[in-house]
């Protein structure tokens, strides 16, 4: 008996090591409970996208579910008759502008809210975090009247500064939470080599910053391209609008042209699209890395 136990035990210790198989909940539900769900959300999702483009290639006047045969005098009517080429590079002037300027003067305000300690610096973060509860309908009276002292009513200048003024709280916060990632001990090292702070700054931290200021960039760019009140309000020449004033001329109280409106989203949809497409991965990387605190 003991001979035949003993070759049993070699065998089991002479075979590899197996690990168990741990059985998770979702494991044990049926994949159509998760894909019908999903299917149905999709669905839900696409179907209002496939109709803007159906109105967009569709021939004005035509009923048909397919874009068959496919147009683009639409486009061509929004991007010449409706100014929309003078609305896009207004667009583009704006959010380039107001990326610029919130990812400098938030990397400026992050790494003093990261590096140094000030009195009242609970309160001013408390100060930042309550800011985003304020809608941005309650500063156009005071940014109306700042910007008619300035004379700057009817600039892009005004439209640039009163985005990039409502931006920089959520900025400052997300770029403090990126060089708290960053180990102080990597500038001090830099010191004691001779550098001062900006050049330890420069040459150690700023490298290391690249996923969250491509986050904040990103999102200030988005934000001034799709914000449409402060544009409505603080401009009144045609030819310094932009693309969502643009669109909400295409729209009258007697009538809306479809194919024009739709083919005017496209106009104002691609350039996003094209930037996550492009930034995806950074984007998730810099806003993942900024919520934690290290």
């Not at 050049?199 to 700023?206: S, W």
């Amino acid at each position: 008996m003991i001979t035949e136990i003993a070759p049993a035990r070699e065998r089991e210790s002479a075979a590899p090591h197996q690990p168990r198989k741990v059985r998770r909940a979702w494991d044990e539900v049926p994949r159509w409970q998760i894909y019908v769900p999903l299917g149905i959300y999709l669905v839900f999702t696409l179907i209002p996208f496939y109709w803007i483009l159906l109105f967009a290639f569709r021939p004005a006047g035509s009923t048909s579910l397919v874009p068959w045969p496919m147009t683009l005098d639409h486009f061509q009517k929004v991007w010449t008759e409706r100014s929309f080429g003078v609305y896009f590079q207004n667009s583009v002037y704006v959010g380039v502008a107001t990326l610029v300027l919130t990812t400098v003067v938030a990397l400026a305000g992050g790494y003093a809210l990261a590096r140094f300690e000030f009195r009242i610096k609970r309160t001013f973060m408390l100060a930042l975090l309550c800011s985003q509860f304020v809608p941005g309908a309650l500063l156009l009276v005071p940014l109306f009247q700042i910007f008619a002292k300035l004379q700057m009513i009817n600039s892009l200048g005004s439209v640039i500064l009163a985005e990039t003024v409502f931006q920089l709280p959520l900025s400052m916060i997300l770029i403090s939470g990126f060089i708290r990632n960053v180990p102080q001990s990597l500038e001090e090292a830099a010191w004691v080599d001779g550098c001062n702070r900006f050049a330890a700054f420069r040459i150690v931290v700023l490298p290391l910053l690249r996923p969250g200021l491509i986050a904040v960039g990103s999102f200030a760019f988005v934000h001034a391209w799709n914000h449409f009140l402060f544009a409505l309000m603080f401009l009144s020449d045609q030819s310094k609008q932009t693309i969502p004033v643009g669109l909400n001329t295409l729209m009258s109280a007697d009538s809306v042209d479809l194919g024009a409106l739709a083919a005017g989203g496209i106009v104002a949809a691609v350039p996003v699209v094209i930037v996550f497409a492009f930034i995806q991965k950074w984007l998730i990387t810099g806003f993942s890395a900024g919520a934690v605190k290290g």
